[in-house]
Structures are given as C-alpha cells and as structure tokens.
C-alpha cells in the first residue's frame, strides 16, 4: 500500500481509518490454562499512537494494546506483517507482551488471525481470544448470561458445622433478564448480594475466581470463601470451594452453589 500511496497518503489514510474505529474495545474470551487472563476487559482509545494505529488502555492504565511493526523484510525485501500487543503500559511500541497477534490491520476490531498467549517461555496458540467492540461484547454477555438462576445459594456445611443453606443467599437483583442494566455486573459476571447487602458473591479475574466476601469488597480479591473457576454463571462452578478458617484456605468439596429452584428440589 505504501508504494502505491507514497508515505504522506499512506499517513493521511491511517490516521482517518483509525480515527472512526471504536473508542471502546473488549478484549474476550479465554487462553489455555488461563495463563495472563490479567489482559482480559476494556481499553479506551488513546490521543497516543503509534506508527499509525492508536493505543488502547485498560482503566487503571497498567495495560495497554498496540501495533508494532515486525522489523524483519521477507526475502524480496518487503516488510514481514506487524503485530498487534498486549502488554503492560510502559512496553507500548515494542514487540512484546503477554498476548500477540501478526496481522496487519489498521484497527484492532478488525483482526481475524488467531491471537498467541507467552507463557513458559514460549507463544502457544490462543484461538478463544478474540476483539469486540462494546456493542458485540454488550451482545455476548446478554447472550452467554441469559438463563442465570435470578437467586442462589451455598448448599452444604464446612468443617465447624456452619451450615451454608441457612447461612448464605445472594440474589442478582434484576427482576427480568430483559432489563440487564437492573443487574450488577463485574468482571462480566452477574454480582449477587445478601437481602441486607452485608454478604456479596462476584468474580474477579486473573486467575478467574469466584469470592464469596462482604458487601464493600466486591470486585478485590478479598473473601472468607472462594473457588478458582472461570464459570460464567455461579451454579455451574465445578471447581472445589475453599474457606478461609484459623488462618488458613481449607478445601470443601461439599459446599456447591446452587440456583434457587435446585435448592429447592434438593
């Protein structure tokens, strides 16, 4: 393209292409193992770009996505497509970060190659990883959340005999999956909370985990109760939930959390 439109054109048209792309990005899905799953969430737009593309951050600034060139020529001397990153903020412009993808696209909402992840020393193939724009993510969570049990429950007793029935209920908040903005949402997962809203249920990422904990910590890492679980929705967690007793994280396999009609039933 460059040799057809000279570098002055070449510089016009990125800078008008990227200035219509999304002003808001999701980077979505999943790596294998869930290794840096720190990178999955929103990035805006940045005013910085770089080599012609813009920079997206995440909203506390320590990630960032971008494009860099490859650097190497092929062998009739035509530059080697580039790669888009992410990273950490302070490696924007270099090439690399926890998640690549080699494609020259001049937006990132427009890539199709498959995404890698770094881990072990090493990029492993990452086909589950994908770019949204607000809308297409706003469409794919409504759709991967619709049918959530509208209330849930720990169902079982922990080593003191604390029985968890009794003891925890959490609704969502939403009177119809119709009307999401009813619902709270983090870490695009439903956040449940007690009737008095002393007692929360949310997931947080990074490794995914689910954390039972109080009403003002929501979205940290900070619980009495928790399962490492990607689980989109609560009562599909398979994972062991473990509690935080005497000092120390102790595993019960018999405490599950189960939708309100489960519950029920059982």
Known sequence: MGGIMGPEALAEYMLSKSGGSASLIHISGCTPGNHNALCFGAYSKQATMVEGRHVYQSADGSLSVWWAASGVDDEMGNPTPGSWYCGPTEAVGSRSGYLKVTENTDIPEEITKK???????????????????????????????????????????????????????????????????????????????????????????????????????????????????????????????KVFEDGNWNEHPGLKLMGQEDVMAA
């Not at 009737?195 to 929501?218: R, Y």
């Open 115 to 241: 995404w890698q992840v770094f881990f072990d020393g090493a990029l492993h193939e990452a086909p589950e990883v994908s770019v949204l724009t607000a809308t297409q993510h706003a469409t794919l969570l409504l759709a991967n959340l619709t049918g959530a049990a509208r209330t849930v429950a720990v169902q079982g007793r922990t080593s003191e005999g604390l029985d968890c029935f009794s003891a925890f209920g959490f609704s969502k908040l939403t009177q119809a999956l119709a009307t999401p903005a009813v619902a709270e949402i983090v870490n695009d997962r439903y956040t449940y909370r007690s009737e008095d809203g002393t007692i929360a249920l949310w997931h947080v990422t990074a490794p995914p985990t689910w954390v039972i904990g109080g009403g003002g910590d929501v979205g940290g890492r900070s619980g009495f109760m928790i399962v490492e679980d990607a689980a989109l929705l609560p009562e599909r967690i398979e994972a062991i939930w």
